[in-house]
């Protein structure tokens, strides 16, 4: 399987950005597909994550900061996964990153880096004042 985002750009403070991520290769079954996001010196953080069905989307999951202004979604039809990003900070500046394959817990979508195992390039986003 291979992963690749688009999207990525220089937005200012309450702007938005959608980020897209074409997945190629085998997509069968059920796991979880996420947006993680990293900054120099910082550990990998899960953004949002959503449970890939097959048969339409699952449960989703996102880190606190981003809860009422990031939008998980995917369109199964065009193998894509999706960040819509609304109401973007300054802080929100990190080279995101799109997952796959990713551990489905009883509780919901890992939210642990090392339990995905395929991974995108990675797009830049950066929001300034």
């Known amino acids: 399987v291979e992963l690749k985002e688009s999207g990525g750009d220089s937005v200012q403070s309450g702007g938005s950005l959608k980020l897209s991520c074409s997945v190629s290769g085998d997509t069968d079954g059920f796991y979880c597909m996420g947006w993680f996001r990293q900054t120099p010196g910082k550990e990998r953080e899960r953004v949002a994550a959503i449970e890939h069905t097959g048969a339409g989307s699952g449960r989703t999951a996102y880190v606190d900061s981003v809860k009422g202004r990031f939008i998980i979604s995917e369109d199964n039809t065009k193998n894509m996964l999706y960040l819509h990003m609304n109401s973007l900070k300054p802080e929100d500046t990190a080279m995101y990153y799109c997952?796959?394959?990713?551990?489905?817990?009883?509780?919901?979508?890992?939210?642990?880096?090392?339990?995905?195992?395929?991974w995108g390039q990675g797009t830049q986003v950066t929001v300034s004042t």
């Open positions: 997952a796959s394959f990713g551990r489905a817990h009883s509780g919901g979508c890992s939210s642990l880096a090392r339990e995905y195992k395929s």
